[in-house]
């Protein structure tokens, strides 16, 4: 079984940067790819950026040329490095690791004010 634990969410002013960390633990070896989810307030959780294992990402248009996402596979760890963060990015941001299921971390809240 996986674990994942995000960090590094928080507020900051539009225009600004923050970088979000998914630790993962247990049984990482049959962990395939894995992804950053966010959800904000009355809408559904949306995909945002996914690494598979072999490096290849793909991001949703809304973030394409404002964040990265990465994977250090010493660490066991994923990042998102968010760049000129805007209003509507503001949601609840979720990391996801696939095996033979998903799991999901317990979230971490980015608020962009304007």
């Known amino acids: 079984q996986v674990q994942l634990v995000e960090s590094g969410g928080g507020l900051v002013q539009a225009g600004g940067s923050l970088r979000l960390s998914c630790a993962a633990s247990?049984?990482?070896?049959?962990?395939?790819?894995m992804g950053w989810y966010r959800q904000a307030p009355g809408k559904q959780r949306e995909l945002v950026a996914a690494?598979?294992?072999?490096?290849?990402?793909n991001y949703a248009d809304s973030v394409k040329g404002r964040f990265t996402i990465s994977r250090d596979s010493a660490k066991n760890t994923l990042y998102l490095q968010m760049n000129s963060l805007k209003p509507e990015d503001t949601a609840v941001y979720y990391c996801a690791a696939d095996t033979t299921r998903r799991t999901w971390g317990q979230g971490t809240q980015v608020t962009v004010s304007s």
């Open positions: 690494i598979s294992g072999g490096g290849t990402t």
């Open positions: 247990g049984s990482i070896f049959g962990i395939s790819a």
